[in-house]
């Protein structure tokens, strides 16, 4: 017998891309005819069957859930984990995890794989990667097909379907806000340099925060860092000019650097710098001094996506005619503002 | 119709534990007669079909990797699945990762559904609640099925199977010479108040270190904590003693909790007492002063393990015969002292 052969292994033998097999798998037009055939006959001959998932559906329920997301070693990304984990358990429900590691073609073949017969449907948050591709065919696929999938944090306007996220642009407008109202006037902005969606939105806040309070926006304190490695070089050259009275970082990493970073110079956090981080993470409680943070509620957008998720494989269950309901939610989960030591 | 059902609705209907009805399906003498027909019965009324992977192991390879860990928001888990992530990329593994939550039923659950075709072999930690129950026979039953299974940390003897594991004791001894070393002589232990395997080891470590330099062994600065919110009362009374002049902590939210009590009661860290902590977590780097660590090796553990799995199964492939090799192989990663500033 033939030993079963996987996407990856059709795109290296015909070299070309995994996206490239998978979108000639469902006969897409945007690939070449003669492209398409060689990996339509490629597929046949080595018995490859792409996910069948609508044939089985209605009969074979695996009561399992399949999640993906972009990195492990993540602190809000383990917090959601735990959320879903929570109802799942709740509703009787397995749960299994892939991650994606922010490569687009690990994102396709991770959910190649579980939606080949393991899960019921996907809770996933995209990969840097497929977001800045707009390459959504894998998930638009899989719905097509009648499986649910709801997206979290990291989603995309361009796929129908549930969505669960935290209104970043006005928890960046909160923190902005409580360091005004403190009397800073020399807010920085620190953030990554991707092209992840968030970015975007806490960058608006941020703006809008200042502009309604009557303060200059100026481009010079949106401070975009590569890493924490070049975070401590960027941020002393800063404060020594004393550009700014107060921050705002998109992470905990950035946050206590940026606290070390000044008290090496003799600054003193909060009187000479206040500092508010966005995270749900443990550093900013156990960091001297402790760091005040807007809470990504990673555990509540958990539990939301999952209830989401079963509620509409459990209503398909239901159905017995092939119409789906397509009216499609997009919860916005709450975040607030935990005031500790590194603020007034 | 039917639905299929699940070993978890079996359960619940019969009114019988997990362990119970995974037990009868595999007709284990363990269970009386009367309870296994009648599980058996039930099974096949509703088609329930347990794994059977030796029928299918031989043809169908899944190219999948199926890991087991404890808990999610746990930094050394996250750094072990990158550890994996890496070489099973590498050889063109897909990896799925579940999560037991400490709980026996969920890792046989869990076990059950991931045997079930999907992957080619299990990665695992043991939950707590199997080191306490020592109930292994759902590993035993994946292993004598022909499915290769490696466990890492938290391992047990009971278990022939690759293992990765560090030398806990010899961690331990190290960290503990190396407080003796720069002159302290009331070393406290703080660890945690559990049945998991290697905090017996720290212990028995510990201990060989003081009586090695003829210092005494007192069993009253051997700590057990609950959790981290009664770490700070337990610490400020012994503090408040002048009971030990040194710690090492089996986990950094211990380590850094000790050193925020130190520093509220005025003491100084590593003056007045040294901290070391067992892990690779990243409060240690970032929190004031930086803590000492004796690091888990997370991703060398991860590599490993991979490693070993998947040659294992390669192995399985070429070979023709039935006879696996059993030649079983434990493999202990190096640990080492990161020194930082919370000792001398």
Do not use: W
Request: proline fraction near 2%.
């Amino acid at each position: 017998m033939k030993r079963k052969i996987t996407l990856k292994q059709i795109a290296k033998e015909l070299d070309v891309s995994i996206s490239t097999v998978s979108k000639s798998l469902r006969n897409s037009l945007e690939i070449g005819e003669e492209t398409r055939l060689k990996v339509q006959a490629f597929a046949k001959f080595y018995n490859y069957k792409p996910n069948n998932i609508a044939l089985s559906l209605k009969n074979r329920k695996t009561k399992s859930i399949g999640i993906i997301i972009p990195e492990i070693v993540h602190y809000f990304f383990s917090t959601v984990i735990n959320g879903i984990e929570q109802v799942a358990n709740e509703y009787g429900y397995s749960v299994v995890i892939c991650v994606s590691d922010d490569s687009f073609d690990k994102e396709v073949l991770n959910m190649e794989m579980l939606a080949n017969g393991s899960i019921d449907g996907f809770i996933m948050s995209l990969s840097k990667e497929t977001q800045y591709k707009g390459d959504f065919h894998h998930i638009t696929e899989v719905i097509n097909q009648g499986m649910p999938v709801v997206m979290f944090d990291r989603v995309t306007n361009d796929i129908l379907c549930d969505k669960v996220i935290i209104d970043d642009k006005s928890a960046a407008y909160e923190a902005v806000q409580s360091l005004i109202d403190s009397g800073r006037k020399k807010i920085a902005l620190v953030t990554t340099v991707d092209y992840v969606s968030v970015g975007k939105l806490r960058t608006d806040g941020y703006e809008k925060a200042l502009l309604d309070n009557g303060l200059p926006f100026n481009e010079d304190l949106i401070i975009k860092i590569e890493d924490v490695d070049t975070c401590e070089i960027t941020i002393s050259q800063l404060l020594h000019d004393r550009a700014f009275d107060a921050v705002f970082a998109v992470n905990e990493l950035f946050a206590v650097t940026i606290i070390k970073t000044a008290n090496k110079m003799g600054l003193k956090v909060p009187e000479d710098l206040a500092v508010i981080a966005f995270t749900d993470g443990i550093i900013s409680k156990y960091s001297t001094p402790t760091i005040t943070t807007v809470s990504q509620s990673g555990e509540k957008m958990g539990n939301k996506a999952a209830k989401m998720l079963i509620e509409r494989i459990e209503a398909e269950e239901d159905d017995d005619d092939e119409e789906h309901n397509e009216n499609y939610i997009t919860e916005v989960i709450e975040t607030h503002l935990i005031k500790r030591e590194s603020t007034d």
